[in-house]
C-alpha cells in the first residue's frame, strides 16, 4: 500500500547496500517482479533477474528500476477515461568471494507504484506524485491531486465562489467546448481521497451551487485505482432542464454554439464575479458548470479552485486532443481554430511487357491490349496528417502544449454532437478516435507580449497505415 506514486518515463535509483558490514562483495544478484491488478498478486516468478558487480571498491549497487516497469505500461484511449498503473517490487542479495550470502535479503520497503508519466529536470532525482494540492518545504514531491499540466495559479482579489471554504483565494483555469463533460484527472494515492465539486449557478452565486460532489479513493488493493477520474455528468438528469425532443437538443446545440455572451457585469460591490462574462450553460450537464473545488484530505486551507472557461464553436470543426501527461494521466485539449488533413502514399512501380508474340505460322500479328497497365504499382501505403490550430489560447496553454509535444500517446477525437454521443453504435455515427504521434518538432512559445493573440499550429501524423496490412 503506497502513498506515492513514481513516473516510468524518469528514472528511479534503488541504492542497495549489505544488511551487514561486509568487507568486500563480489556480486549481487536482484530479481524485480511487476504486474498489475491486485497488490496481494505478487507474479510466482521475477520479470527480470540481474547479477551485478559494485562498482570501485564499494560494497554497494545502484539500479534503474523505472525503465524495467516503462515497458509493461500501456495506455490506451477508446473513449472512456481509464488509466492503470503497475506495481514494481526487488529484491537483492549480495555474495562474497566464496559465493556465500552476506547477510539478509534486502528488500524495497513496499511494493512501488509507476504510472507513464515524466519528471522535468528541474525537479531533481527520482521525482514523485503525491495526493496534495501543494507542494511541500519538507518532503519533496509533485503534488498531484489535480494531475494536469496546466495547474499554473492565479491569484484572485480576496473572494471564493459561494460554497467554498478557507483562505484561499487563488485558481487556474481549463477551457472546454460548452457541450462537453469536464473530465478532472488526479493522482489518489492510498489512503488520501481527492474531495471534488462541480459548482453551478447564476453569474451572482445564486441558485444549485454546489451541483456534483464527487470523493475519489483508494483502498491500496488494486493498481487501478491510483490514477482516477471525476466528471460533471449528473447521474441523476433534472427533468426540468432535459430537452424531450431530437428538435430540441438541435436547437439548444445551435443556440449554445452560436451565441453572444452576456455583457460584463458591471457593478463590483454587488458582484463577486465582477469583470467575468456568464459562461455558456452546458448542454452535456443539463446546467452549466462555473467552478470546479478539489482538496485531498485534510482541511479546507488546502482547497483550491479551477475556473472553466467555455469556448465558442466557430466556423471550424473542434478536435479533441487526448494525451498521457507528465502525470501518466489522460489530459484533454482542444483545438477550436482551423483544420487540414492530407494523405502522403509511397510505393513502387514496375514496368512490364504487354505484348503478345504468335507462336505459330498460322497465328495472327503481334498485339497487346490497349486496356491494360503497362506500369504497375504495388505496395502503395499511406499515412494521413492532420494540421490543427487551438484558436486563441493564453499563455496558460504553453504548459500543456509542452506536455502534449513530450507524450509518447495521443490520440484525436472530432467533435460530434448531443445525438451522435447518446447513439454511438448508430451507423456512420462511431466514435472517431484516431491514435496519432507529434509530426512538429519544434515549438515557438508565445506571449501575450509580444504576440497580442496567442494561436498554436501543430502537426499530426496517423500512428497507423491506411491500408491494413496488419499481420
Known amino acids: 500500500m503506497s502513498d506515492i506514486v513514481r513516473p516510468s518515463r524518469s528514472p528511479f535509483y534503488w541504492r542497495v547496500q549489505p544488511s551487514v558490514p561486509a568487507s568486500t562483495v563480489a556480486s549481487t544478484t536482484t530479481q524485480v517482479f511487476i504486474w498489475n491488478g491486485l497488490e496481494s498478486a505478487v507474479p510466482p516468478t521475477p520479470a527480470y533477474t540481474f547479477v551485478k558487480t559494485p562498482l570501485g571498491g564499494s560494497n554497494l549497487i545502484v539500479l534503474d528500476l523505472a525503465q524495467l516497469v516503462n515497458d509493461y505500461l500501456t495506455v490506451t484511449y477508446d473513449g472512456t477515461y481509464s488509466t492503470d498503473t503497475y506495481y514494481l517490487f526487488a529484491s537483492t542479495i549480495f555474495f562474497d568471494s566464496g559465493n556465500v550470502q552476506i547477510g539478509a535479503v534486502v528488500e524495497l520497503p513496499e511494493n512501488y507504484v509507476f504510472s507513464k508519466g515524466f519528471g522535468y529536470f528541474n525537479e531533481g532525482v527520482n521525482p514523485r506524485f503525491k495526493t496534495n494540492t501543494s507542494p511541500s518545504t519538507v518532503d519533496n514531491f509533485i503534488p498531484a491531486a489535480y494531475a494536469k499540466s496546466n495547474q499554473t495559479t492565479i491569484q484572485g482579489t480576496g473572494w471564493i465562489p459561494q460554497g467554498g471554504a478557507g483562505p484561499s483565494n487563488r485558481w487556474s483555469e481549463i477551457y472546454v467546448p460548452e457541450s462537453e463533460p469536464i473530465i478532472f484527472p488526479a493522482i489518489v494515492t492510498a489512503g488520501h481521497p481527492v474531495y471534488v465539486k462541480f459548482y453551478n449557478g447564476d453569474i451572482d452565486g445564486t441558485g444549485d451551487n454546489n451541483f456534483k460532489s464527487v470523493t475519489l479513493t483508494n483502498d491500496g488493493t488494486s493498481s487501478d485505482q491510483y490514477i482516477q477520474y471525476a466528471d460533471n455528468i449528473p447521474a441523476v438528469v433534472t427533468p426540468n432542464f432535459e430537452p424531450r425532443t431530437q428538435a430540441e437538443w438541435d436547437d439548444l446545440l445551435e443556440d449554445t454554439w452560436d451565441s453572444i455572451p452576456p455583457p460584463v457585469i458591471e457593478n463590483e460591490t454587488a458582484n463577486p464575479f465582477y469583470g467575468y462574462q456568464d459562461p455558456f450553460w452546458c448542454p452535456e450537464n443539463n446546467k452549466k458548470t462555473t467552478w470546479i473545488s478539489y482538496r485531498a484530505g485534510g482541511t479546507l486551507d488546502f482547497t483550491r479552485y ?50 503478345n508474340i504468335p507462336t505459330s505460322e498460322a497465328g495472327s500479328d503481334p498485339s497487346y491490349n490497349v486496356d491494360a497497365h503497362q506500369y504497375v504499382t504495388f505496395g502503395e501505403q499511406g499515412r494521413k496528417s492532420y494540421t490543427l490550430n487551438t484558436g486563441f489560447v493564453p499563455e496558460e496553454f504553453n504548459k500543456s502544449i509542452t506536455e502534449l509535444m513530450l507524450s509518447q500517446k495521443i490520440w484525436i477525437t472530432k ?22 504521434v507529434i509530426k512538429s518538432k519544434s515549438l515557438d512559445y508565445k506571449t501575450h507580449l509580444q504576440e497580442k493573440v496567442i494561436n498554436y499550429t501543430v502537426q499530426f501524423q496517423a500512428a497507423h497505415d491506411e491500408v491494413n496490412q496488419v499481420r
Open 415 to 436: 467533435w460530434r454532437s448531443q445525438y451522435q454521443r447518446d447513439n454511438p453504435t448508430f451507423p456512420d455515427l462511431k466514435i472517431e478516435i484516431e491514435p496519432v
Open 306 to 355: 479551477i475556473k472553466v472557461n467555455y469556448l465558442i464553436k466557430d466556423k471550424f470543426m473542434p478536435y479533441k486532443v487526448t494525451f498521457i501527461n507528465s502525470f501518466g494521466a489522460l489530459e484533454d485539449l482542444w483545438f477550436t481554430g482551423s483544420e487540414k488533413s492530407n494523405i502522403t502514399v509511397n510505393g513502387d512501380t514496375f514496368k512490364r511487357n504487354l505484348l
